[in-house]
Nanobody, 125 residues
């Protein structure tokens, strides 16, 4: 299984970026995917997550990004996106996508066993 994250970059405060995470390999067991972020010296923190099947499940967001970030999926392409609007300098971090075969507690970092490489987001003030 491989998770390939892309879309990071440098943007001014108030701007937008769209991150993508493409999953390949034995992805049929995945039930949920999520985004986490990490800055130097800090633990990796939850950003957003969603289930990959069904239409009734609500996505989950960290309080710090609610109303600004939107997670979405493209099941045909095994891809999850993170649309980030109204970016703030405190959103600067390396962003990691992750996938899990479990359907519980998808906001927790420990739930995820499959991780992609980070993509760097830098928001200038």
């Amino acid at each position: 299984v491989q998770l390939q994250a892309s879309g990071g970059g440098l943007v001014q405060a108030g701007g937008s970026l769209r991150l993508s995470c493409a999953a390949s390999g034995r992805t049929h067991s995945f039930r949920a995917m999520g985004w986490f972020r990490q800055t130097p010296g800090k633990e990796r923190e939850f950003v957003a997550a969603m289930f990959l099947e069904g239409s009734g499940g609500m996505p989950y967001y960290a309080d710090s990004v609610k109303g600004r970030f939107t997670i979405s999926r493209d099941n045909a392409l095994n891809t999850v996106h993170l649309q980030m609007n109204n970016l703030k300098p405190e959103d600067t971090a390396s962003y990691y996508c992750a996938a899990t075969a479990t359907g519980l507690r998808i906001q927790l970092r420990s739930t995820y066993k499959n991780w992609g490489q980070g993509t760097v987001v830098t928001v200038s003030s």
